[in-house]
Each structure stands twice: as structure tokens, then as C-alpha cells.
């Protein structure tokens, strides 16, 4: 459902499990800040996970046909991965199916360093999709070597940062009002283990302290945001060393001389970082209370934010540990309540998860794909009919995309008194509305080539399948072979070839209208 209030919701949840994991006091001699801190340090595992989001329909709200129509499709949603396999921190595979209303849709995905690679269940070969920092070939071509190569060494120590920083975060941040530590018995991978259970749970009417809590604490741990400012100076360094070498091989920048003085003292930088982090900070929570109550009285937002610090929204958490305090289990359940309101599709959301893990730490192979008959570009599966084009029609996928999600509908209004280029400006010839062949070609996803020694335009169409060809100053067109009469010919004006666009648009299994009144030609496809 397209409903841009909703949008609003959502983030609750990022927020109440960051609170939640990241408390930081000990319960029960159990130092909390050490569990998260393991959490951010495995570098290889097992697992399994599902994950279920469920939309509770709002029983005084009218619904329109398609907020009905996906509601019946989406209203419970699952992923489920049943085999996680993490080599390191660049080498995964994760498998599993995404569920809903009318089926499932099996997968393997595959993470490296350079690609990720996905099989979906009727897709006719592996789908790439290339790793923003390997490709930078590609997309950065103005990029030298060795700032590629730097880019490459930051994106693989920023990993090893990740136990400082949740240290960091997790260390400053209190601890909900209900949090327990039990002894638990659990099985993970059929295995029962004695675990300790740490069961958490959280309002929404406490989350304005908590967030005042932990700003608060920022502000006093100098010495952790320091650490942290000192840290991030050394990862970015190199970087910008690389950045200044090249600058300075081109002439150089007026910036140059303002940024040396840093880079070439740590102390300083940090302690400059240090200054207007502090600064900001302060004014934040001086002003915390005003703000929020300012908010809280606003008449736009104020009933939405109202609703979202009230006792409403829920979020449970069990989090189970081994010995060594590294999570083997747990469980969540989020649920956010959406305010009153006879134009909201939905009333909540509710939002579950389940999550083992093992062989932490311990060798992990992740699973691969074989891409010997061929890969499918991401960058090719750009436009609808690509996609389609690309799957089996029988398969859930295709089912899916094509008449639950409706990806392909097409609704195309052209004025003809609209200013175009004189060159390629629609006309009327003999009550036939003539289009540049590639408005649409490329209003409905499909392709067109032409042929200059027999001024053929060949037009193909992945939705259809048709195969559509057409000369110049002829009135018969092919279509998969057969041949059709033409109401005129297709016509070359200035560089431009224009085709009968009913002819055209219906051929790839479109509709077309005329609007005298407008002098608008609609095209609709589903």
C-alpha cells in the first residue's frame, strides 16, 4: 500500500531495538555492554531466522479496491532463512523463501567481496549485483588506482571497528525499566544448551528518557568520544592523504592549506572534531525537554508523535548467551499502533522474529552459485519488462510481479499539442496518429533497432513477446512472422522514424484511445 503516513511508523522499530540491545548497565552480574560488544564481533557463524511482519486492518477505515487488493495479498509476510552461512565479514549466504498471502518465492544470495549474486525461483539464470565499492571501475572511472584501492582498505577496516563502536553506543546508552536475567535451558540447532535469558521489555512512553539518557551520557564520556574521533582519524587517514597527493599532483586547492595542519597532527583533529561535537551535543539536550514538548503541541505532528511516546507501541525482547555472553538465540516482538484515524488502511503493525546461531567463530564455508551458463545484470532489470523477461511465467515470481504488484501497467497520455522538437513532434497523416518509434519503445519497456541499408525498424517486446518489423514506405508490418496490413506506412522526417502508434501499441498488447476534445492519445497497458 502506498500510504506516505505510514512511512512515519516504521522507524519506532529501529529505534526501540537500539535502545533495548544497547543498555548498558550489569543485571544480574551480567555485563550487558560485553553481549553487545561479542554481538558486533563475529566474524563467522550459522544461523537460522524468520522473520513475520503482520498489518492489522483498521476495522473503520473504507477501503479502496487496490488498499483492499494488497491488503489481501500483504497483510502477513514472512521471511524465512533457513541456512545462514557467514565465512567472514565479506563472505555470506543466506537461504530461504519470502512468504505471503498466495505463495512463496524461494532464494540463495550470495555475498562477496566484489558481487552479490541471487537465484530466485523462476528466474532463468543468477542475478549480479555489483558491490558498490568493487566496482568502482565502473562507476568512478575519474578515480585513481590507489584511491580505488583505498576505498577498498577503509571498507574492509571499518569491520573491524564495529566491537569499538558498539562499545561506544551500547556503553552509554541506560537500560529499560524492564529488563530480567534468567537461567534458561534452549536448543539451537537441536542442540540444548544452559543459556542466560535476558527478557526486556519497552513502552513507547519511555522512549523520550531513554533517548535524553543517552544524549546525556554522550556528553559526559570525553574520554569514549575521543577514542572513538581518534579511531575514525586513523581509518579515514589514508584516504585523505591519497585525496591531498592527487589534488596537489593537479595544482592543488585553496583547502589544502586549511586541511594539512590536521592531517599531519592527530591531537589536533580529534581535539577539533572533540570541540564542536561537545558543542552541538549540549545545545541538543539544554534544549531536549523544550523541543519535544514543542513537538508534542505541534498540530501537525504532535498527535502522530503523541501516539508514538505513548504506552501504545510495544517492543519484547529475549536475547539468550552462552557462557562466553555471545548471543545463541533470540526472539522480538514489536508492535506499533497507528493513530485513530477513518482514512488509515491499518490500525498496526506487529512484527516478529526468531534467530539461532552457531559455529561462532568457528570455520564457516558459505554456500556458492553457479554462474557458468551466464549471469543476469542488475543494470539489465532495470525497467519492468526486463524483469519479466527474465523469469518463467509459470513460476510464483512471475505471478507475483506481473498481477499481484502489477509492475507492467501502463498508462501513457500523449498531448499532441503538447511543444515538442519539431523533429520529433507527433502528426496526423491520413487520420493516423504517427509517433517516433522510440517514445514507444521506450513508454512501454521494449526495444527497437534499425537497419539502415533495408530502413527496417525491428521493435521487441520482452511483455508480449512480439517481435514487430516494419520498412520504410511500406504498408505491410511483420508481427512473430506474420503479416499485417498497415492503415499508412512508417515514414523517416528529419532523422526520425514515426510508426502508426494504434498499430504499434496494440500489437504488444496495449489498448489505445483518442480524445478529440483533447487531441490526447492514451495508451494502457496491464
Not at 519497552?202 to 572513538?228: H, P, Q, S, V, Y
Not at 545463541?328 to 534467530?355: F, L
Request: with cysteine.
Amino acid at each position: 500500500m502506498k500510504n506516505k503516513r505510514m512511512n512515519r511508523w516504521l522507524p519506532l522499530l529501529l529505534v526501540v531495538m537500539l535502545v533495548v540491545l544497547a543498555g548498558c548497565q550489569s543485571v544480574s552480574g551480567v555485563d550487558l555492554n560485553k553481549v553487545i560488544q561479542n554481538s558486533a564481533s563475529v566474524k563467522s557463524s550459522q544461523g537460522t531466522q524468520t522473520m513475520t511482519l503482520e498489518l492489522i486492518p483498521n476495522a473503520s477505515a473504507k477501503l479502496t479496491d487496490e488498499q483492499k487488493r494488497m491488503m489481501d495479498l500483504f497483510s502477513n509476510v514472512k521471511l524465512k532463512i533457513t541456512d545462514m552461512k557467514q565465512q567472514d565479514t565479506t563472505h555470506v549466504s543466506v537461504k530461504g523463501a519470502f512468504e505471503y498471502n498466495k505463495g512463496q518465492i524461494p532464494f540463495l544470495l550470495v555475498m562477496s567481496e566484489q558481487d552479490y549474486i541471487f537465484t530466485v525461483e523462476g528466474a532463468n539464470k543468477p542475478i549480479i549485483l555489483h558491490n558498490s565499492v568493487s566496482s568502482m571501475d565502473q562507476i568512478q572511472d575519474q578515480l585513481s588506482q590507489e584511491m580505488k584501492e583505498q576505498i577498498k582498505q577503509l571498507y574492509k577496516k571499518s569491520t573491524d571497528l564495529a566491537p569499538s563502536f558498539a562499545a561506544y553506543f551500547g556503553g552509554n546508552l541506560p537500560n529499560p525499566k524492564n529488563i530480567t536475567i534468567f537461567d534458561a535451558k534452549e536448543y539451537v540447532n537441536n542442540e540444548g544448551l544452559n543459556l542466560k535469558r535476558i527478557h526486556a521489555e519497552i513502552k513507547g512512553d519511555e522512549l523520550a528518557d531513554l533517548i535524553k539518557g543517552f544524549l546525556t551520557n554522550i556528553l559526559k564520556d570525553e574520554k569514549g568520544m575521543k577514542d572513538i574521533l581518534g579511531q575514525l582519524y586513523d581509518l579515514v587517514l589514508p584516504l585523505v592523504q591519497q585525496a591531498m597527493k592527487e589534488s596537489k599532483a593537479q595544482g592543488g586547492s585553496p583547502m589544502d592549506d586549511m586541511i594539512t595542519p590536521y592531517l599531519n597532527n592527530k591531537t589536533l583533529a580529534v581535539e577539533l572534531a572533540f570541540t564542536f561535537l561537545q558543542t552541538k551535543l549540549k545545545e541538543l539536550v539544554d534544549n531536549y525537554d523544550q523541543s519535544l514538548q514543542s513537538a508534542l503541541s505541534s498540530p501537525n505532528a504532535g498527535t502522530n508523535l503523541q501516539t508514538l511516546l505513548s504506552d501504545k507501541q510495544s517492543f519484547t525482547f529475549d536475547l539468550y548467551v552462552d557462557s562466553d555472553l555471545m548471543p545463541r538465540k533470540s526472539t522480538m516482538e514489536v508492535k506499533i499502533t497507528v493513530p485513530d484515524s477513518t482514512d488509515e488502511p491499518i490500525s498496526g503493525i506487529k512484527i516478529t522474529s526468531t534467530q539461532e546461531t552457531w559455529n561462532i567463530n568457528k570455520p564457516v564455508i558459505a554456500d556458492t552459485i553457479n554462474t557458468s551458463a551466464g549471469l543476469l545484470e542488475m543494470n539489465t532489470l532495470s525497467k519492468p519488462s526486463k524483469i519479466l523477461a527474465a523469469l518463467d511465467p509459470k513460476s510464483q515470481l512471475y505471478q507475483l510481479l506481473k498481477n499481484d504488484l502489477r509492475i507492467t501497467k501502463k498508462q501513457i497520455n500523449l498531448f499532441m499539442d503538447d511543444y515538442y522538437d519539431e523533429s520529433t513532434k507527433p502528426y496526423i497523416s491520413h487520420d493516423v496518429t504517427m509517433v517516433p518509434v522510440r517514445f514507444v519503445t521506450e513508454q512501454l519497456d521494449s526495444d527497437v533497432a534499425w537497419d539502415p541499408a533495408t530502413k527496417q525498424v525491428t521493435i521487441t517486446d520482452p511483455v508480449s513477446g512480439a517481435v514487430i518489423k516494419l520498412n520504410i514506405g511500406s504498408k505491410q508490418a511483420s508481427v512473430n512472422g506474420a503479416i499485417k496490413a498497415l492503415e499508412t506506412e512508417a515514414e523517416l522526417s528529419n532523422g526520425t522514424t514515426f510508426v502508426p502508434v494504434r498499430f504499434i501499441a496494440e500489437s504488444m498488447g496495449a489498448k489505445v484511445e483518442w480524445n478529440q476534445e483533447l487531441k490526447m492519445v492514451t495508451i494502457t497497458r496491464d
